[in-house]
């Protein structure tokens, strides 16, 4: 992230009409803008924070902004860790005034972005309070992101209905006290849960170095489940 080897800029969904920014770090104003085929801010209907470290929020207050027309034009739902707004708040007090709707995640709870249901299934384990999704909508196959968190069983069960799964793999290797997953963690994830699909992001430098978007094919064979490691600006058809 520091480096931008790999952007930081978040995850869009645009499903039946909906539109849904996931994790805005540092420089998801920029790629959203240059983006080609062309995204708009001010289409957008809400954003999804999935804890409060920087590489998650850090242009969610002028992502805000945009989507609600700097702030002339109150729209949009804000879904987010209590923490992320609390003090020290990572989002503005001003800037959760601008949306419709501000809701705090919780674990075992849904919510609704217009005809898109996100249902939170557990809090997650990392430094900071922490929330995935499973998303639901007519048409197309469920979809659940597993954000930043260190390993635990029960992962599999919350996400086991999951048709593809996004997940977070920053090492390539275990490492134990640091509260991010490795790819054998996330392999053991995904067989578990057994989706159609399984998209590999958040990629620290191990994951780099070792070329992961080489390996995905013997990884694909091996489980039998697509494995896709994502790139800056990939776009997925659902």
Known sequence: MIRQLRASGGIWFEINDTKLLVDPGPGSLVRVNKSRPPLKLSELDGIFISHKHIDHTNDVNVIIEAMTDGGFKKKGVLLCPAEAIENPPVIFPYAAELVEKVEILKEHSQYFVKNLKLGVPLKLRHLAETYGFILESDGIPSIGYIPDTEFFPEIIDAYSKTKIVIINVVFSQPRPGIMHLSLPEALEIISGIKPQKAILTHFGMTMLK?????????????????????????????
Do not use: H, N, V, Y
């Open 210 to 238: 070792e070329r992961i978007w080489e390996k995905t094919g013997q990884l694909s064979e091996k489980l039998s489940i697509d494995i896709i490691a994502a790139s800056d600006g990939m776009t997925f058809e659902l």
